[in-house]
């Protein structure tokens, strides 16, 4: 089984639909947010943009979370905003993205909304500007963040279950 990458820029609803997606598929879920050093977490609590430099070590630890639980399957939650972010990721396993894609002043709500989370709103332009599409060459699908979650999850595992029927 391959692990999924729900990717997306912040207030996208990637923790949500990564953790009803992974207990669909009866596989483990990896929260990235998880898996960044506190100098990280403490530059975006004070409204500071990620450098590449800064991705780096968070990139190889969500990387080797992956290589982990590849052939037997996953689903983590990882902006990937970049394809070579993503690049990092393909290499260390089998990878289909599920980018999780909506409107600036939808997900700028979101954000606004939600509690106890590091990611203020005045980060999402630079999270936008930085959003590189999925390749075609990129396993994976976008869909839309209006959807209800469960409509989204549904969505992808099919998407996934009949990739997975025409794998390697």
């Not at 990937?80 to 909506?102: E, P, S, T």
């Amino acid at each position: 089984m391959t692990v999924i990458v729900v990717m997306g820029v912040a207030g996208s609803g990637k923790t949500t639909v990564g953790t009803m997606l992974a207990e669909r598929l009866g596989v483990e879920y990896g929260e990235a947010d998880t898996f960044h050093p506190p100098a990280n977490i403490a530059k975006m609590d004070a409204g500071i943009p990620l450098t590449d430099a800064d991705r780096t070590p968070w990139l190889r630890t969500v990387a080797e979370w992956t290589s982990a639980h590849d052939p037997g399957g996953g689903v983590v939650s990882c902006s990937a905003l970049k394809r070579r972010y993503r690049d990092v990721l393909r290499a260390a396993a089998g990878i289909w993205f599920l980018h999780l894609h909506g409107g600036r002043d939808v997900i700028a709500g979101r954000i606004s909304a939600r509690a106890g989370h590091f990611m203020p709103v005045s980060l999402l332009d630079s999270q936008f500007a930085d959003l590189e599409p999925l390749s075609a060459d990129e396993e994976g699908m976008m869909l839309e963040v209006a959807e209800a979650p469960q409509r989204i999850v549904d969505i992808a595992a099919q998407a996934f279950t009949s990739y997975l029927g025409g794998a390697r």
